[in-house]
């Protein structure tokens, strides 16, 4: 079962941070993080493995709450490199890799 | 090293008639996985193979079909195309068994307009 992506969209100015949350009705194994700009293939960020963890990359990082099936992707003082849809993908016990249907990013001078 | 390469990167087909995608996985990779992106509907999961040997599959219909051979590239057919199928058709490659905790590198896909 796809992912629940919130919000679908938003509007951010450099230097805003955002927050894109990301839930599932099933139990999880995984979650991953991409990111895919406008015309162009999607980009790994980061994969999450266990209950309550966080990665980072930069001024991006996320957190994987297994217990509530949620995840969150944080971006801080966003650049305008940022801007693109971000997807979530979730992994459940039979290994597929689910993606969320995107939460589309703009970061405006 | 080259990336994940996707042929053709534009088709347009007639309702009726029927397509194979190609993907050419990165050198070394042996897990591929077919996504289909559509406006509003995020990627969806079509197949996964490891070893030509198909490990997951998604919700589509028995015209959506896959192989994969022994030097992991990998092909997709859709058969009696319908102007639903008109879609962005991704392709993803990772290293080893993908159970879930490896990184996907993606193709640029190949788009598909169905008329």
Request: positive net charge; hydrophobic residues 30%.
């Amino acid at each position: 079962q796809q992912p629940v992506q919130s919000p679908q969209a938003v509007i951010l100015r450099e230097g805003e941070d955002a927050v894109i949350n990301c839930s599932s009705s099933k139990a999880l194994y995984s979650v991953h993080w991409y990111r895919q700009k406008h015309g162009e293939a999607p980009v790994f960020l980061m994969i999450l493995l266990k209950g309550g963890e966080q990665k980072g990359h930069e001024k991006i990082s996320a957190s994987f709450n297994e217990k509530k099936q949620q995840s969150s992707l944080y971006l801080t003082a966003s650049q305008l490199s940022y801007s693109g849809t971000y997807f979530c993908g979730t992994v459940n016990q039979g290994g597929k890799l689910i993606f969320g249907q995107g939460t589309e990013l703009s970061v405006k001078p | 090293k080259a990336g994940v390469t996707q042929t053709p990167r534009y088709l347009i087909k007639t309702r009726g008639q029927q397509v194979t995608l190609s993907c050419s996985p990165i050198s070394g990779h042996r897990s591929v996985s077919w996504y289909q992106q559509t406006p509003g509907q995020g990627l969806q999961f079509l197949f996964e193979y490891f070893s030509e040997t198909q490990r997951n599959k998604g919700n589509f219909p028995g015209r959506f079909s896959g192989r994969q051979f022994s030097n992991s590239r990998s092909e997709m057919n859709v058969s009696t195309l319908e102007l639903g199928d008109s879609a962005l058709y991704l392709c993803a490659s990772s290293p080893r068994d993908r159970a879930g905790n490896e990184k996907l590198f993606f193709g640029s896909g190949t788009q598909l307009s169905v008329l």
